[in-house]
């Protein structure tokens, strides 16, 4: 593994539109996160893994936003119906001990036209 | 939310000068991390203190961390052009995922 890995690195969509983005993490780290960033602001959390099972959720995660995690390896992240407040950078990182640092993907850029 | 607070928002220096960066947070913590982030890219892992720790090092950084004012400083000695990015500091309260501030940008004039 080199690292953390985000597909797509950029992704343009119009409004109302579904779109889905893939993470795969380090092989060993158990632990997978989602977070998003605006510009000049720092990442917020979303929601993270821990294995195949999702621990917590922000409430800045709308019923039209969700992840997975199957078989506790790569992860996606969809938005359904998709608005212009959602443009940002997807950015998911993970970790092998919880209270250790984080690795981070480049992140995927969301523009909604 | 965001727990931290970090200030300087911007911060421009020449190359060679030290930069100091501070972060204040709200509640109580178990570790605290910063991190490096070039424009348009991930978050790099720059280093951890834990809340039993005052001071620690790693090459030009060095990190502090004062429980009792809730806040920590950053410094990076004999700054170079390629230091020129935002910082962040981020927290977590014991098994919960890490909690952002805002950052500091930090330009580093050569």
């Known amino acids: 593994d080199t690292g953390v890995s985000q597909d797509p690195r950029h992704k343009i969509t119009k409004r109302g539109q579904n779109v889905t983005f893939r993470c795969d993490p380090i092989s060993e780290h158990n632990r997978l996160y989602w977070y998003r960033q605006t510009l000049g602001q720092g990442p917020e959390f979303l929601t993270y893994f821990q294995n195949e099972a999702q621990l917590e959720k922000s409430r800045l995660l709308s019923d039209r936003f969700s992840a997975e995690r199957p078989k506790g390896s790569f992860s996606t992240l969809e938005i359904q119906r998709t608005e212009q407040g959602d443009s940002a950078m997807y950015l998911c990182a993970s970790s092998v001990d919880p209270s250790g640092g984080y690795t981070f993907g480049s992140g995927t850029r969301l523009t909604v036209v | ?110």
């Open chain 2, 1 to 110: 939310s965001q727990q931290g607070e970090e200030d300087p928002q911007a911060l421009s220096i020449q190359e060679g000068e030290n930069a100091t960066m501070n972060c204040s947070y709200k509640t109580s913590i178990n570790n605290l991390q910063w991190y490096r982030q070039n424009s348009g890219r991930g978050l790099v892992h720059l280093i951890l203190i834990r809340s039993n720790e005052r001071e620690k090092h790693s090459g030009r950084l060095r990190v502090t961390l004062d429980t009792s004012k809730k806040s920590s400083s950053l410094l990076i000695t004999a700054s170079r052009a390629a230091d020129t990015a935002s910082y962040f500091c981020a927290t977590d309260s014991g098994n919960t995922p890490l909690v952002f501030g805002k950052g500091t940008r930090l330009s580093v004039i050569a």
